[in-house]
């Protein structure tokens, strides 16, 4: 049964980091992206970053870009997103999501989703 599971979320404070990985089983190969979603209390869910199949190409929130690298491992099917540099604003369930070869911004593009990780940022 194909299955994504988040996990490393937390809380941390203003200026942490954190690490998020998602491990992707089910699949008999490495051709599918991952997207990086996050949805905030009383907000839309919003795309966060992707990154594609092979890892060339990543692409990232404007609120993001500078602080969060997305990457792959393969041999592990785990997708990590590296968050720095944490602000409260960041505060959401994050959730990565699959779909094959490329990436969208569009969560409707995606397949296949987590369960979701929660990131508190505070003080």
């Known amino acids: 049964q194909p299955q994504l599971v988040e996990s490393g979320g937390g809380l941390v404070q203003p200026g942490g980091s954190l690490r998020l990985s998602c491990i992707v089983s089910?699949?008999?190969?490495?051709?599918?992206?991952i997207g990086w979603f996050r949805q905030a209390p009383g907000k839309e869910r919003e795309g966060v970053s992707c990154i594609s199949s092979r890892g060339y190409i990543t692409n990232y929130a404007d609120s993001v870009t500078g602080r969060f690298t997305i990457s792959r491992d393969n041999a592990k099917n785990t997708v990590y997103l590296q968050m720095n540099s944490l602000k409260p604003e960041d505060t959401a369930v994050y959730y990565c999501?699959?779909?094959?070869?490329?990436?969208?911004?569009?969560?409707?593009?995606?397949?296949?989703w987590g369960q979701g990780t929660q990131v508190t940022v505070s003080s």
């Open positions: 999501a699959r779909r094959n070869y490329y990436c969208s911004g569009h969560d409707g593009d995606f397949s296949s």
């Open positions: 089910g699949y008999t190969d490495h051709n599918y992206a």
